[in-house]
């Protein structure tokens, strides 16, 4: 029997390549059954959701889409849902019901990745395979290396097919999408959830310029949800911000010109695994 092998597809360009390499892969075809995951948190761009569908229909891949479904009772873990391409959600209420249940998240407190994007995944493989021990692939590549050390120590069994076996860089991967009739269409900037904490300031004024209704919904939750019991404030952004203050700092810088360098720092990428670093 075939071992179960989880791909986490996060929608990004490389995690896409990551799959197609495996999917392409005799040798793994023949040790295990690939499942393809998906995590969606309601904060992912449009363009992520109609790139990961163009995958399913341009190679053929059967993606189990799955989102989170908080347990509000104290003590009960959130479990997974499967949703699809027409059903997920579109305006963040994975991660509002989320934060309504664990307040903001933070640089500090990325509860998000472990509820939006780990407990779904594991109670998926719970249902699945009646275990969270397998197998999983994900899609780091050999220029990405600093991001591998908290996901080797975890209990999970992970593979980076882009460092051991398929040995990539970004431009490898930009390369192969360049032959592809179809592409991302995304901005390094608006990938993962468009507004993440983990991107630098000059990613979040252009995604704030680019998408303020993203920032909006960030900014709802910090009124309802931006309080703990104790009466401290969590901010979301780093620096003890929050929404108001980016929209502060933009408007003193003013439009930001579409030269501007984007890639200066700041631990969110493409993609976003949820065993990544």
Same mark, same amino acid.
């Given at each position: 029997m075939k071992k179960p092998l989880l791909i986490s597809f996060s929608g990004g360009r490389t995690s896409?390549?990551?799959?197609?390499?495996?999917?392409?892969?005799?040798?793994?075809?023949?040790?295990?059954?690939?499942h393809i995951v998906f995590a969606n948190t309601g904060l992912e761009h449009p363009k992520t959701l109609n790139f990961i569908n163009q995958c399913e229909k341009h190679f053929g891949w059967d993606v189990v889409w799955l989102e989170a479904v908080v347990q509000?009772?104290?003590?009960?873990?959130?479990?997974?849902?499967?949703?699809n391409y027409s059903s997920a959600s579109r305006c963040g209420?994975?991660?509002?019901?989320?934060?309504?249940?664990?307040?903001?998240?933070?640089?500090?407190?990325?509860h998000c990745t472990r509820e939006l994007k780990q407990a779904p995944i594991f109670s998926y493989c719970r249902?699945? +395979?009646?275990?969270? *021990?397998? $197998? #999983? =692939?994900?899609?780091?590549?050999?220029?990405e290396t600093r991001r591998v050390s908290q996901a080797r120590n975890n209990k999970q069994r992970v593979m980076y097919p882009l460092i051991?076996?398929?040995p990539t860089d970004k431009q490898d991967v930009l390369d192969f999408w360049a032959d592809m009739p179809f592409d991302l269409g995304l901005p390094?900037?608006?990938?993962?959830?468009?507004?993440?904490?983990?991107?630098?300031?000059?990613?979040?004024?252009?995604?704030?310029?680019?998408?303020?209704?993203?920032?909006?919904?960030?900014?709802?939750?910090?009124?309802?949800?931006g309080i703990k019991s104790d009466g401290q404030i969590?901010? +979301?952004?780093?620096? *003890?911000? $929050? #929404? =108001?203050?980016?929209?502060?700092?933009?408007?003193?810088?003013?439009?930001?010109?579409?030269?501007?360098?984007?890639?200066?720092?700041?631990?969110?990428?493409?993609?976003?695994?949820?065993?990544?670093?």
């Open positions: 896409a390549y990551m799959t197609h390499k495996l999917m392409s892969d005799d040798e793994i075809l023949r040790e295990f059954q690939p509000p009772e104290k003590g009960k873990g959130t479990q997974h849902k499967i949703v209420e994975p991660f509002f019901d989320v934060v309504a249940k664990y307040t903001m998240p933070n640089v500090k407190f990325r249902e699945r +395979f009646g275990a969270v *021990n397998i $197998d #999983v =692939a994900i899609g780091i590549r050999t220029d051991d076996r398929y390094e900037y608006l990938g993962n959830c468009v507004p993440c904490f983990q991107k630098s300031d000059k990613k979040l004024l252009k995604a704030l310029q680019d998408c303020p209704d993203y920032f909006d919904l960030i900014e709802q939750m910090e009124q309802e949800f969590v901010h +979301f952004f780093r620096g *003890n911000r $929050d #929404v =108001a203050h980016l929209r502060a700092l933009f408007d003193e810088i003013g439009s930001l010109p579409k030269s501007l360098n984007l890639f200066d720092g700041g631990a969110c990428g493409e993609s976003c695994e949820f065993l990544g670093a």
